[in-house]
């Protein structure tokens, strides 16, 4: 598969996943073991250098993500466990909902 077309169905899949674990939302914790394994095995098929590019953007999706199933599944839940696998900075969500305040902050320094 293209490295492009690669990336692009990660972050979907990244990006639905994040929307679909949202604590405003019903959510389906039987969906949630396969979902994670393929985003962790599909993360590490991405190449060194996309992986790279993409890390900060998708320590803050994945990150939004955990701060929205810790309350649900626990700190110390296998999903848990594996999603934390694959977020590498230092700057991570404080909750579900920093999105909106980046995006705040994003306008008001253009």
């Given at each position: 598969m293209h490295k492009y077309r690669q990336l692009y169905e990660f972050a979907a899949?990244?990006?639905a996943f994040e929307g679909y674990v949202y604590p405003k939302k019903a959510?389906?914790?039987?969906?949630?073991?396969?979902?994670?394994?393929?985003?962790?095995?599909?993360?590490?098929m991405l190449d060194e250098e996309v992986?790279?590019?993409?890390?900060?953007?998708?320590?803050k999706t994945v990150g939004r993500a955990i701060k929205s199933l810790i309350p649900e599944l626990g700190e110390n839940d296998e999903?848990?466990?594996k999603l934390k696998t694959v977020v590498k900075g230092e700057n991570l969500p404080e909750t579900p909902d920093d999105f909106e305040k980046e995006k705040w902050?994003?306008?008001r320094q253009e």
């Open positions: 899949s990244a990006g959510m389906d914790p039987k969906y949630l073991p396969g979902w994670v394994d393929h985003l962790v095995t599909a993360y590490w992986r790279q590019e993409i890390q900060s953007s998708l320590d999903i848990i466990r902050f994003e306008k």
